[in-house]
């Protein structure tokens, strides 16, 4: 069976909408593509744009602010970030970034979302700013799944408040899927799925009822999964694994039309 065209990867380059064309130049979303041609900022052929203006990338001159900007060739990566690896793509202060993980055939991408410091796992990479804005906007709710290892051992209790949510900076989380994987006398592993990505947030949620993070693991993104890829490598997403995303988001939209 042939698979369906995907649209983030389609290369032939036939007319586009002006936002469009913006979100595949870098980390920029339609969202913020579109705010940027209300306020007057993109051009095309040195004429003001305007929103569901189309463009031939092999013919016109986009420019934002009066910079020439060029679509990129689309690239979707997974990387199996270790731990100690800031997710950024450069530190002030010389700490080690994903940004020193990632070959020079792929400059250009950027993380969709974060782990932290001491978290370790699945990172999709891309330089296409709509499906980052997709895949991490909380509106969307795109499930993240984690191994968590928590301490002292997690009661059925403080499990079942973590599940229907806790207040963080005075708003509640929403529900979450948690269950046990193992437990020993001192601590349980869990796995833990969300659709929103506040800072430091299951970190936060264990404290709130009485117990502490040692270890995280990303383990999927909606339906993309870290399988066995080595920590500190990756890999550039199979057609399957991107018709998979793209139903997901096509889906998604339709929930919220």
Known sequence: MVPETNTFIDKHMSLMRINRY???????SRRRADELIRSARVSINK??????DLVNPASDKVSIDGQAVNVQKPLYLVLNKPKQILTTMYDPKGRPCINDLIPAKYKGVFPVGRLDWDAEGLLIL?????????LHHP???VRKIYLVQVRPPASPGALAKMSNGV???????????????????VSTLLRITLREGRKNQIKRMARSVGLTVTSIKRIAVGPITLKAIKPGTLHELS???????????????KTLT
């Open 126 to 134: 891309t330089n296409d700013g709509d499906l980052s804005n997709a």
């Open 167 to 185: 207040i963080l900076d005075g708003k509640k989380t929403r529900p979450a899927d948690i269950k046990k994987v193992s437990q020993n006398s």
């Open 47 to 52: 004429r003001r744009a305007s929103l569901g």
């Open 139 to 141: 509106v969307y709710g």
């Open 22 to 28: 913006i979100s595949l130049t870098g980390a920029i």
């Open 239 to 253: 057609l399957e694994e991107l018709n998979k995303l793209n139903n997901l988001l096509k889906n998604i939209r």
